[in-house]
T-cell receptor
Framework: AQSVTQLDSHVSVSEGTPVLLRCNYS??????LFWYVQHPNKGLQLLLK??????LVKGINGFEAEFKKSETSFHLTKPSAHMSDAAEYFC??????????FGTGTQLKVEL | NAGVMQNPRHLVRRRGQEARLRCSPMKGHSHVYWYRQLPEEGLKFMVYLQKENIIDESGMPKERFSAEFPKEGPSILRIQQVVRGDSAAYFCASSGGTGVTNYGYTFGSGTRLTVV
């Protein structure tokens, strides 16, 4: 079975400083991993996905994530936070039967 | 391309009533997935359908919940005799095939069900 663990339920950064949202995965085979963002009362938007190609994945809005098999991690980063990045972020792994398994989410707060 | 359309956006039901949630997939997509998000939690898989077929309903509660995706029209998630614990956001996603890493999922904006 596949699972993901988001290590921080809340992260707070100042505008202009780097963002790090941590995610560890568990998978019995080479996983497909995703990061989604959810703004308040909105749907989910795909930020980026890893599908066994390059281990450093670049997404939208300046986000990127690095797949590290040795650490079973897929952390999301951004060099410089913007106020509009404040949202909830979900790390997701694709399992069998096309099911996605979501982490519990990390709420990102961006302060002036 | 209008994306995945869900309606209504908000739905209020009294305990014991029925709730019907609709999802129209993206044009050309024939695979639909329903997920439920309880307050302060991530999304949980409920059911995966193709046209006229339920492929995987392992995440559906055994009673009161049903889903369909008819040949014509939207996919429907139906909750009978709603209880307060059914209050949640229900998201629909669609994809164009089984290779979702290539086709990708597209999510709708969700239906927020409140049971009073």
């Amino acid at each position: 079975a596949q699972s993901v663990t988001q290590l921080d339920s809340h992260v707070s950064v100042s505008e202009g400083t780097p963002v790090l949202l941590r995610c560890n995965y568990s998978s019995s085979y080479s996983p497909s991993l995703f990061w989604y963002v959810q703004h308040p009362n909105k749907g989910l938007q795909l930020l980026l996905k890893y599908t066994s190609a390059a281990t450093l994945v670049k997404g939208i809005n300046g986000f990127e994530a690095e797949f590290k098999k040795s650490e079973t991690s897929f952390h999301l980063t951004k060099p410089s936070a913007h106020m509009s990045d404040a949202a909830e972020y979900f790390c997701v792994v694709r399992g069998g039967g096309n099911k996605l398994t979501f982490g519990t989410g990390t709420q990102l707060k961006v302060e002036l | 391309n209008a994306g995945v359309m869900q309606n209504p956006r908000h739905l209020v039901r009294r305990r014991g009533q029925e709730a019907r949630l609709r999802c129209s997939p993206m044009k050309g997509h024939s695979h639909v997935y329903w997920y439920r998000q309880l307050p302060e939690e991530g999304l949980k898989f409920m059911v995966y359908l193709q046209k006229e077929n339920i492929i995987d309903e392992s995440g559906m509660p055994k009673e009161r919940f049903s889903a369909e995706f008819p040949k014509e029209g939207p996919s429907i998630l139906r909750i009978q005799q709603v209880v307060r614990g059914d209050s949640a956001a229900y998201f629909c996603a669609s994809s164009g095939g089984t290779g979702v890493t290539n086709y990708g999922y597209t999510f709708g904006s969700g239906t927020r069900l409140t049971v009073v």
